[in-house]
Structure formats: structure tokens, C-alpha cells
């Protein structure tokens, strides 16, 4: 081997890559970063991706995928004799020839038991789920989606009050490493990959659709609907026209009895200050809501201001 540090190129888009990525920076040389998101406006000026911001930071240079034709990016990593390619949160799937172009491996660090939850929305499916087990999974890919050859696989737990927030912060914890770990190994020649068994199950991506709240599901369901969205896109729900986001909620407490006559999105005052939504088999407390253009409030300031109406029906699309 020409080093005796593994020449890295990590591919990722997301605010979860980030940490990750400075974990494997500060232990091996990264050498590029690629994201593959397309250029973000706001108010008029360019918004950077975290990773970009993170690379160059470090004076790490960037190329965007989205826009780097995949010649290009081959041609770069043979360039830059990259020994591993490390991706996470990347959001596009990478051809073989690119796959084939780094000197050892190219691998992926993926936030679900695998093959439990291929796919785009690993994360936010399994708390949607209300899955309390859960995985690190580090594969060698194939060119298929989530299907590569196991490397490593750590499990961690997701607690029933974790939000999406709170899951990140564990999979970072452990997949930070577990990275260091395992192209510690590949570049030593000691891994042992293992075949994924079994058919496991597909996380599709998100769609609006599913940020609306059916009210007639049970608690826990929309629950783990606002845990898994929250803060963005948010678990959304309509008071008349006005398109409501729920940022924090909680299951009501058994020593709180409100009516079980109430239809199903309907929203009760209790102890003056406190709200609840009816759901198929119970209620959900509110406790941060965001109307539009608004920031995000207390429930107890939304009944002061009475921007949060008690008696009101709150539905899965805008009614007059």
C-alpha cells in the first residue's frame, strides 16, 4: 500500500453526515466530498449543503453530484487514488462503474437493521412504525439499493419518546465507530462480509401525503407520525384553511378524562392551559404547534392568543 493512512472520498448531503464524516476525517485522510443536492435560494442567496460547508471548512475539496456528469467523478477517484468511498445520506444511487473506481472498497453506512427498511426513509419509517430496536448497518455496495454484502451491524434502541432527532444522535453515536472500525479493517484485509438474509422490507420515500394526520388512527400511530416528522416536514393537520404543523405532541395521561363521545379530531381544553385532539382510541396532548408563516408555539400561548380553537374539528384536508 502506497500510504499507511486509507485515502477517503465521502459522499453524503445531509446534516446527519456531517459528525460522521469529522469522526473519519480526524482518523483517515478524506480527500474529497461529494453531495448531490441540487443549489438551495433563500431569501435571494445561495444556501449551503452542511457537508459542502463541513469540506470546506476543512479545505476539502467539493464536487455536487447532481450536476457532475458520472464520468467526470470516476475519472476524479481514480485521479485522487481513493482507497474507500464512504457514503451516508447521500439521496442517489451511485452506478458501478463509479462503485468500481476506488482502490478497496466503496461503502455504505445505512440507519436501519438491514435488509429491514431499504430505501429513502429509513429513519423516519422505522419511528412511524414504532419500532424500539434498531440497527447500524455498514454495507459493501453492489449497485443495488441497501443490498450490498454486510460488513458491520450495531444495534441501538429507540425509545418510545425519541423523536427523529433523538434517533440521529444514536446512530451517530454508533455509527461514528463503526465506521472508523470497519475501513480500519478493509484496509487491513481482515473484513468478513456476510450476505444480507432474508427479503427484509422497503422505507419508500416520503411523500405530502403522508404528513397528513388521519385522526381516526390510534394515538400511537399519530403519535409516531409527529416523532418521526418533526421538525421538518412536520406532521400536518388543517383547522379550517389553515394548514397546522404539530411539532411536539404526547399521549395523554390515563389520570386526564376527557369525553370518549368525541369525534375523532376534535380538539378539548383542560386545566386552562392544555389541549388535546381526539384520536381513534383516545387523545394526544398538543404541546408545540406552528401555524403558517408563524415560528412554532406553546399550545398555552395558541389558547391565550385563540389562534387554537377547543371544539373545533381538526381534519386531513382544509375545510371552510
Known amino acids: 500500500m502506497a500510504s499507511d493512512t486509507p485515502r477517503i472520498a465521502v459522499f453524503g448531503s445531509s446534516s446527519i453526515s456531517v459528525p460522521v464524516f469529522d469522526t473519519i476525517g480526524c482518523r ?17 442567496k445561495l444556501l449551503a449543503n452542511p457537508v459542502q460547508e463541513w469540506a470546506q471548512s476543512h479545505s476539502i475539496p467539493v464536487l455536487n453530484g447532481a450536476d457532475t456528469l458520472g464520468e467526470v467523478l470516476r475519472q476524479r477517484l481514480v485521479d485522487d487514488t481513493i482507497d474507500i468511498l464512504f457514503l451516508l445520506s447521500y439521496g442517489r444511487l451511485l452506478p458501478q462503474v463509479l462503485l468500481d473506481a476506488p482502490r478497496i472498497a466503496s461503502i455504505n453506512l445505512h440507519p436501519s437493521p438491514l435488509p429491514w427498511y431499504r430505501g429513502a426513509a429509513p429513519i423516519e419509517r422505522q419511528i412511524m412504525d414504532g419500532c424500539t430496536q434498531s440497527a447500524v448497518s455498514i454495507i459493501r455496495m453492489n449497485g443495488l439499493l441497501d443490498r450490498g454484502e454486510l460488513l458491520a451491524q450495531e444495534p441501538f434502541t429507540i425509545a418510545d419518546s425519541d423523536y427523529r432527532a433523538d434517533v440521529e444522535v444514536s446512530i451517530i453515536r454508533v455509527g461514528a465507530p463503526l465506521a472508523l472500525h470497519v475501513i480500519d479493517q478493509l484496509f487491513h484485509s481482515s473484513s468478513a462480509p456476510l450476505s444480507q438474509i432474508g427479503e427484509g422490507s422497503y422505507a419508500r420515500k416520503l411523500k405530502p401525503n403522508d404528513e397528513l394526520v388521519d385522526w381516526s388512527c390510534s394515538v400511537a400511530q399519530v403519535y409516531n407520525l409527529v416523532r418521526a416528522l418533526s421538525p421538518e416536514p412536520g406532521a400536518c393537520t388543517y383547522q379550517g384553511t389553515d394548514r397546522v404543523k404539530i411539532v411536539r405532541a404526547a399521549p395523554l395521561s390515563a389520570d386526564v378524562e376527557l369525553s ?9 381544553s383542560f386545566l386552562r392551559r392544555r389541549a388535546a385532539v381526539r384520536c381513534g382510541d383516545g387523545w394526544l396532548e398538543l404541546m408545540e404547534l406552528q401555524f403558517p408563516g408563524k415560528t412554532p408555539m406553546s399550545t398555552a400561548d395558541l389558547l391565550n392568543g385563540r389562534r387554537l380553537l377547543p371544539g373545533i374539528v381538526l381534519r386531513r384536508n382544509a375545510s371552510a
Open 28 to 44: 483517515f485522510h478524506v480527500v474529497l466530498a461529494v453531495v448531490s443536492e441540487e443549489p438551495r435560494v433563500r431569501r435571494g
Open 260 to 268: 370518549a363521545d368525541a369525534p375523532s379530531g376534535m380538539i378539548a
